[in-house]
C-alpha cells in the first residue's frame, strides 16, 4: 500500500519564476492538505482540496493555488516566486471528515 | 485564536535518560492533538494522537503522551532516549471549521548526547 507521495524531490527556481509541485495520495483516501515549512519553523496550513475543489484556504496571497484531479491527486501552483517562498513544501492526505492525516516526504524549493 | 505552544526551542538529553518535550494549546473545543516527529530533510511521522478517552496515549518508538485538559497541555515522554531519537518534535491541534487542518508547535529540536 503507497504512502503519500510528492514530486519532485528537489526544485529550484529563480524569483519570478513559476513552479508546480505534485502529490498523490494515500490509497483511499480523498482529501489533500497542502503546507509550507520554512526553514526552522512548524508547517503552515496552505489549504485543503476536497471533491475537487478549495475547501478552505491559510493565511496565503493569491500567488499560491492549487488543483485536484478526479484520481485524488493534487498540484500546488505558486506563481512569481519570492526568495521567500523557499521553504519544504508538505502533502498530506486523509479520508473526509477523519483528523487523522498522512504526510509525504515533501518538496524542498530553493528561490534564488 | 487556535494556537499551539512549543516552549523549548532546543532540548539537549543523555543517552538513557528520560526525556519530557511540552506543549500547550489554545483551543475553545476538545482538541484532536498529535505529536510527529522529523529527521533532516524529511517528512512527518506521526508519532501518537489522542482523540477522546484514557488522557494518557501510547506511540511507536516508546513514546507516551498525557492530555491534561485542565492545563491545555499535551506533553510527549520517553523514559529512556536512544541516540536516534534525536530529530526535530512537532506538536499540532486539529482545528476542525470545517477542514480539519492541523495546527503546529514550531517544533521542539532534540539533541542526544552519546
Known amino acids: 500500500d503507497a504512502g503519500v507521495t510528492q514530486s519532485p524531490t528537489h526544485l529550484i527556481k529563480t524569483r519570478g519564476q513559476q513552479v508546480t509541485l505534485r502529490c498523490s495520495p494515500k490509497?483511499?483516501?480523498?482529501?489533500v492538505s497542502w503546507y509550507q515549512q520554512a526553514l526552522g519553523q512548524g508547517p503552515q496550513f496552505i489549504f485543503q482540496?476536497?471533491?475537487?475543489?478549495?475547501?478552505q484556504r491559510g493565511n496565503f496571497p493569491d500567488r499560491f493555488s492549487g488543483h485536484q484531479f478526479p484520481n485524488y491527486s493534487s498540484e500546488l501552483n505558486v506563481n512569481a516566486l519570492l526568495l521567500g517562498d523557499s521553504a519544504l513544501y508538505l502533502c498530506?492526505?486523509?479520508?473526509?471528515?477523519?483528523?487523522?492525516?498522512?504526510f509525504g516526504p515533501g518538496t524542498r524549493l530553493t528561490v534564488t | 485564536a487556535q494556537s499551539v505552544t512549543q516552549p523549548d526551542i532546543h532540548i539537549t538529553v543523555s543517552e538513557g535518560a528520560s526525556l519530557e518535550l511540552r506543549c500547550n494549546y489554545s483551543?475553545?473545543?476538545?482538541?484532536?492533538l498529535f505529536w510527529y516527529v522529523q529527521s533532516p530533510g524529511q517528512g512527518l511521522q506521526l508519532l501518537l494522537k489522542?482523540?477522546?478517552?484514557?488522557?494518557l496515549v501510547q506511540g511507536i518508538k516508546g513514546f507516551e503522551a498525557e492530555f491534561k485538559r485542565s492545563q491545555s497541555s499535551f506533553n510527549l515522554r520517553k523514559p529512556s532516549v536512544h541516540w536516534s531519537d534525536a530529530a526535530e518534535y512537532f506538536c499540532?491541534?486539529?482545528?476542525?471549521?470545517?477542514?480539519?487542518?492541523?495546527?503546529f508547535g514550531t517544533g521542539t529540536r532534540l539533541k542526544v548526547l552519546a
Open positions: 498530506a492526505s486523509s479520508l473526509e471528515g477523519d483528523y487523522e492525516q498522512y
Open positions: 490509497s483511499g483516501h480523498d482529501t
Open positions: 482540496y476536497y471533491e475537487e475543489e478549495e475547501r
Open positions: 483551543y475553545g473545543a476538545t482538541p484532536y
Open positions: 489522542y482523540f477522546s478517552g484514557d488522557t
Open positions: 499540532a491541534v486539529g482545528a476542525s471549521s470545517g477542514t480539519y487542518k492541523y495546527i
